[in-house]
Nanobody, 124 residues
Framework: QVTLVESGGGLAQAGGSLRLSCVAS????????MGWFRQAPGKERELVAAISWSGGSTYCADSVKGRFTISRDNAKNTVYLQMSSLEPEDTAVYYCAAADSASINYSLHRYNYWGRGTQVTVSS
């Protein structure tokens, strides 16, 4: 069993930055692909960024490309999402997820474990 705990969310001004962290416990996630999703009120949960088990492959959604960066430190069992040039449209609950797969997964249904989420609010 894997437990994921997100942190680093909060209130930011438009144009600002936040760094989200996701710490895994219970077992190592070094062999898991990881992803960051977000869900805004009234909207479906969407994939924001994903990373392969080794960190050698990454994906960012078009809406955040060039502004967000996903990375991981397998020694620390931690995944990060660096968010810069934040926009009010980035306001959402951000979830960390782990997929029992080496390669990147694009569908939320392929993820086996989920954190409880951290709120990110961007003011204009």
């Amino acid at each position: 069993q894997v437990t994921l705990v997100e942190s680093g969310g909060g209130l930011a001004q438009a144009g600002g930055s936040l760094r989200l962290s996701c710490v895994a416990s219970g077992r190592s996630v070094s062999n898991y692909a990881m992803g960051w999703f977000r869900q805004a009120p009234g909207k479906e949960r969407e994939l924001v960024a994903a990373i392969s088990w080794s960190g050698g492959s990454t994906y960012c959604a078009d809406s955040v490309k060039g502004r967000f960066t996903i990375s991981r430190d397998n020694a620390k069992n931690t995944v990060y999402l660096q968010m810069s040039s934040l926009e009010p449209e980035d306001t959402a609950v951000y979830y960390c997820a782990a997929a029992d797969s080496a390669s990147i997964n694009y569908s939320l249904h392929r993820y086996n474990y989920w954190g409880r989420g951290t709120q990110v609010t961007v003011s204009s």
